[in-house]
């Protein structure tokens, strides 16, 4: 799961190991890659060692291939970082849980129920043979409790983090090329993420529309993210509009340039209806971007009460409400961007790991 090219699980794992390594000097660590990870990765320090498993996410390799690195490896115990665990590992293990919307929200990637049944079956196996589970948000903990009759003693709130590179740029020429090179030529909304229906994308864009032409405020909207197939809805509702060709799509982004995005965005807007932790809004905080979202799921926990304005996702008035206001009220937006700021400060990944070690440690040393 260890990467340092993308946000979620890869960049979760990327930060739980190098935080490790400079805090604990005494146990052993022992990854497990695919490549070309396995290729990349320079063990941190004499404590970690690194193993191929070349076992693809989600696949008969995993179950068996991973299995058996896992059994050879004889471990005290196994962080999973994600619910991808061989069904039949039961020595001591943590899992991970960053969120349930596959659960809640299935969308047309699961219409299989093969595909249906392989995740119910992994995710319940992960989390029955655990010790312990990781879970990012004390809603994803309740989710759990709820959906998986979990006792509650078992689950663990540790908190996600902001990579530290998502700060605000100074510099305007490095904004303006990054607005130059996708078109942006006005002021915008910005929203960061998939596709996919549980981000709500239909009901921004009629939102949007309803802000240009009942409010009367000249702004674009800029989606970023891969175009996803599967979900033509999101398409086909900005072609419907009449508000298209203010409506500006770059697909996927590198980190580089979604921080300039978020640096010369007016405001950035999540109108999710489902999330586990809810990492953009923290980074459009950090970019010192004034933020909407929704009023759902774990993100008034994650935004806090003064730090964001919340939306009723499942309706588009409200919405357009809300972002006039974000676009035209200077003092909410001066309140917004200075509490946004400081807030998006109490998350930290080191804080994370810390965390994270101090459960390894309690199973580990159960006396101590």
């Not at 320079?42 to 299995?67: C, D, I």
């Not at 590179?165 to 960061?192: M, P, W």
């Not at 340039?257 to 807007?269: F, I, T």
């Amino acid at each position: 799961m260890y990467s340092s090219r993308f946000t979620g699980i890869g960049r979760y794992t990327y930060e739980l190991v190098g935080h490790l390594a400079n805090l604990d000097k005494k146990n052993e660590y022992i990854l497990f890659f695919n490549n070309p990870e396995f290729d990349e990765f320079t063990p941190p320090g004499k404590n970690f060692k690194k193993v191929l498993a070349n076992a693809r996410h989600y696949s008969l390799a995993e179950q068996t291939r991973f299995l058996r690195h896992l059994k050879k490896a004889k471990l005290d115990l196994m962080h999973f970082t994600h619910f991808n665990a061989p069904i039949f590992y039961k020595n001591p293990s943590i899992v991970t849980i960053h969120d349930l919307t596959l659960s809640f929200f299935p969308g047309n990637k699961m219409r299989s129920p093969i595909h249906r049944a392989g995740y119910h079956l992994t995710l319940r196996s992960a989390t029955k043979n655990a010790k312990k589970i990781i879970a990012v948000s004390e809603y994803t903990k309740k989710d759990l409790e709820k959906l998986l009759q979990m006792n509650p003693e078992k689950i663990k709130v540790i908190y996600e983090a902001v990579n530290e590179d998502f700060e605000r740029i100074e510099d305007q020429k490095k904004i303006a090329e990054t607005l130059q090179r996708h078109k942006i030529t006005k002021q915008y909304l910005l929203y960061t993420g998939v596709w996919r229906n549980h981000k709500n994308l239909v009901n921004l864009v009629k939102a949007f529309a309803r802000l240009r032409n009942h409010y009367h405020i000249d702004i674009d909207l800029v989606i970023t993210g891969k175009e996803d197939p599967k979900y033509p809805e999101v398409r086909e509702q900005i072609a419907e509009s009449d508000v298209a060709e203010f409506v500006k799509t770059t697909g996927l982004v590198d980190e580089q340039e979604l921080v300039a995005l978020y640096s010369g965005a007016h405001g950035y807007v999540l109108p999710s209806l489902y999330e586990g932790f809810g990492l953009s809004p923290l980074e459009a905080m950090k970019c010192s971007v004034p933020v909407a979202v929704s009023k759902a799921s774990c993100l008034p926990e994650i935004c806090g009460e003064e730090n964001a304005l919340y939306f009723d996702p499942y309706d588009p008035n409200d919405i357009a409400e809300k972002l006039a206001t974000l676009c035209t009220n200077e003092e909410v937006r001066k309140t917004l961007t200075e509490n946004g700021i400081a807030h998006a400060k109490k998350f930290s990944w080191r804080k994370m790991a810390r965390e994270t070690l101090k459960l390894y440690e309690s199973l580990l040393n159960p006396q101590s």
